[in-house]
């Protein structure tokens, strides 16, 4: 395999810890007037341009900032249609709830798998140029035991990280007996499901899954060998994160409605608090409090959940941005968060950092400092990224 120096990098962020120790420059563990060795898809050597080993070929980054690629841990990307009207009428005054997703199940159970597919590779695609080099993406909007497979099976396909989500909302099909459909999703849909899947994941919410539902679906899941997540805490207080802990789930998801003891129980467990702010944004609901999580010591990533009907961006800058302005993190925390965060909500120690043995994921930016990406809010600063050690989008150079 062939070797590429990336050098006059201007500012690199490595979210190295043994970097960030010894020098002191916070958990980035940032370089100035860098440089990065390649090889094959890993990364060989990270350091001062000035130290730089040779290489097979040399690639002048011109100053610009360099990240690692962002790892957008929560997405639902397997659907059809949109929800234009829903996002128009909400603007307009309309609370947003859980019942909404029933419009998309609908479309997505009359999609051809071709269709399913060609979607997703849109998003991905869209994803990719805005520095997004690893994705986790869920089921969740076919909720039959043949639509939810497929979903996994399409999504499997463009990523490892995949969630089996059939406990989204309660299918229509069984809204007069909500224990059958639990019974469903832990029995012949789980079966179906798990050999294409990672994780499993519940929404545990007013209007979808309580405590007890969603403890016996994880808990199913698990013994077939899934890890869990949990969308947790979005519209309420509710269980969804003390159950999070209590199952040593990877990551409770939103967060934003949490008490004392559900800040205390992130702190002290492995679980990731992934705050989504692409949600709020959209709904016009409470930011969730990441100044708080902090604070307290808990490990916080962010995502874009990009979805149709709550959160329909895919662009990690634009919610790192977002976390910035509006939840209280620096732009230091945001980006570690949607990097290196994203990484451990995913339990990867390959991605999310730029330093040997690594993949091989780097973003270059039209800008100085990784601090752009929330001082210049919906520009399009990603103008090079490199996949697995593969230069995949931007400018010639």
Same mark, same amino acid.
């Given at each position: 395999? /062939?070797?590429?120096?990336?050098?006059?990098?201007?500012?690199?962020v490595?979210?190295?810890?043994?970097?960030?120790?010894?020098? =002191?420059?916070?958990?980035?563990?940032?370089? @100035?007037?860098?440089?990065?060795?390649?090889?094959?898809?890993?990364?060989?050597?990270?350091?001062?341009?000035?130290?730089?080993?040779s290489?097979?070929?040399?690639y002048?980054?011109?100053?610009?900032?360099?990240?690692?690629?962002?790892?957008?841990?929560? /997405?639902?990307?397997?659907?059809?249609?949109? +929800?234009?009207?829903?996002?128009?009428?909400?603007?307009?005054?309309?609370?947003y709830?859980? =019942?909404?997703?029933?419009?998309? *199940?609908?479309?997505?159970? !009359?999609?051809?798998?071709?269709?399913? $597919?060609?979607?997703?590779t849109?998003?991905?695609?869209?994803?990719?140029?805005?520095?997004?080099t690893?994705?986790?993406?869920? /089921?969740?909007?076919?909720?039959?035991?043949?639509?939810?497979?497929?979903?996994? +099976?399409?999504?499997?396909?463009?990523t490892?990280?995949?969630?089996?989500? =059939?406990?989204?909302? *309660? /299918?229509?099909?069984?809204?007069?007996?909500?224990?059958?459909?639990? $019974?469903?999703?832990?029995?012949?849909?789980? #079966?179906?499901?798990?050999?294409?899947?990672?994780?499993?994941?519940?929404?545990?919410?007013? &209007?979808?899954?309580?405590?007890?539902? !969603?403890?016996?679906?994880?808990?199913?899941?698990k013994?077939?060998?899934?890890?869990?997540?949990?969308?947790?805490? @979005?519209?309420?207080?509710?269980?969804?994160?003390?159950l999070?802990?209590?199952?040593?789930?990877?990551?409770? #998801?939103?967060?934003?409605?949490?008490?004392?003891?559900?800040?205390?129980?992130?702190?002290?467990?492995?679980?990731?608090?992934?705050?989504?702010?692409?949600?709020?944004?959209?709904?016009?609901?409470?930011?969730?409090?990441?100044?708080?999580?902090?604070?307290?010591?808990?490990?916080?990533?962010?995502?874009?959940?990009?979805?149709?009907?709550?959160?329909?961006?895919?662009?990690?800058?634009?919610?790192?941005?977002?976390? *910035?302005? #509006?939840m209280?993190?620096?732009?230091?925390?945001?980006?570690?968060?949607a990097?290196?965060?994203?990484?451990?909500?995913?339990? +990867?120690? #390959?991605?999310g950092?730029?330093?040997? &043995?690594?993949?091989?994921?780097?973003?270059?930016?039209?800008?100085?400092?990784?601090?752009?990406?929330?001082?210049?809010? &919906?520009?399009?600063?990603?103008?090079? *990224?490199w996949?697995?050690?593969?230069?995949?989008?931007?400018?010639?150079?």
């Amino acid at each position: 395999m /062939s070797t590429t120096l990336v050098t006059n990098i201007g500012s690199l962020v490595t979210n190295d810890p043994a970097r960030a120790e010894s020098t =002191g420059t916070g958990p980035l563990g940032l370089v @100035q007037d860098a440089a990065v060795v390649i090889d094959g898809d890993r990364i060989a050597w990270t350091g001062r341009a000035a130290d730089a080993p040779s290489a097979d070929s040399v690639y002048d980054a011109r100053g610009r900032a360099a990240i690692p690629g962002f790892v957008d841990s929560h /997405s639902h990307l397997v659907f059809a249609g949109d +929800r234009t009207q829903e996002f128009n009428a909400r603007m307009s005054g309309r609370a947003y709830s859980a =019942g909404g997703i029933r419009t998309t *199940v609908a479309a997505t159970r !009359a999609a051809t798998d071709e269709a399913l $597919e060609a979607n997703v590779t849109r998003y991905l695609r869209e994803a990719l140029r805005q520095g997004t080099t690893t994705f986790e993406t869920k /089921s969740g909007y076919g909720l039959t035991t043949h639509d939810e497979a497929r979903a996994l +099976r399409i999504a499997a396909r463009h990523t490892d990280e995949v969630t089996y989500l =059939g406990a989204h909302i *309660v /299918s229509p099909d069984y809204a007069d007996d909500p224990a059958a459909y639990v $019974e469903l999703v832990t029995g012949e849909m789980l #079966d179906a499901c798990a050999p294409h899947a990672r994780w499993i994941d519940v929404f545990c919410e007013k &209007g979808a899954f309580d405590g007890d539902q !969603a403890r016996a679906i994880l808990t199913a899941g698990k013994a077939k060998g899934l890890h869990p997540r949990i969308h947790a805490n @979005q519209l309420s207080h509710g269980p969804g994160v003390q159950l999070a802990a209590e199952l040593d789930a990877a990551s409770a #998801d939103h967060c934003t409605h949490l008490t004392d003891a559900d800040v205390d129980a992130l702190a002290n467990s492995r679980t990731v608090a992934t705050l989504l702010p692409g949600a709020e944004f959209s709904t016009r609901a409470a930011w969730p409090d990441a100044r708080r999580l902090l604070d307290a010591g808990a490990t916080v990533a962010l995502s874009t959940d990009c979805n149709p009907g709550s959160s329909f961006t895919s662009s990690m800058p634009f919610c790192v941005a977002l976390a *910035v302005r #509006d939840m209280g993190m620096t732009p230091d925390e945001a980006v570690w968060s949607a990097t290196a965060g994203g990484a451990a909500a995913l339990r +990867r120690t #390959d991605i999310g950092r730029v330093t040997p &043995g690594a993949r091989a994921d780097l973003v270059l930016l039209d800008a100085p400092s990784h601090v752009h990406l929330a001082y210049r809010p &919906g520009v399009p600063l990603v103008s090079e *990224v490199w996949r697995r050690g593969v230069r995949t989008t931007g400018h010639a150079g």
